[in-house]
């Protein structure tokens, strides 16, 4: 499958055109062997796509509902811009564990 265009992933409507995609499993083989985390990372274009789903809310509920006050669709923007140094410099701004 062919990556979505530019236009694509700065539409407002890009959650409806882009699929969410789960991030992939590692095999439980290599599991048993390490501690690291259970589910692999996206490559850098998968997740410019799915950061491109949120549609910004003006009063997003998700950053709103967040015990943590994280500054959810203000890091997804910047990960969808492939600015991802800033997008976690956003992320942690709130708390040291983000992704909580």
């Known amino acids: 499958m062919n990556p979505p265009d530019e236009r694509v992933l700065r539409s407002k409507y890009a959650w ?4 969410a995609e789960p991030r992939p499993k590692r095999d439980a083989e290599l599991r048993v062997l ?29 950053a709103q509902a967040c015990p943590l006050s994280n500054r959810i669709p203000e890091w997804l923007a ?7 140094a800033e997008a976690s410099r956003v992320s942690r701004s ?3 564990m983000p992704e909580i």
């Open 34 to 62: 390490d501690y690291n985390e259970i589910y692999a990372n996206y490559d850098e274009r998968t997740v410019r796509e799915q950061a491109s789903r949120c549609i910004q809310c003006p009063d997003a509920l998700c």
């Open 94 to 96: 709130t708390s040291n």
């Open 78 to 84: 910047l990960a969808a811009e492939g600015r991802f």
């Open 16 to 19: 409806s055109l882009i699929p």
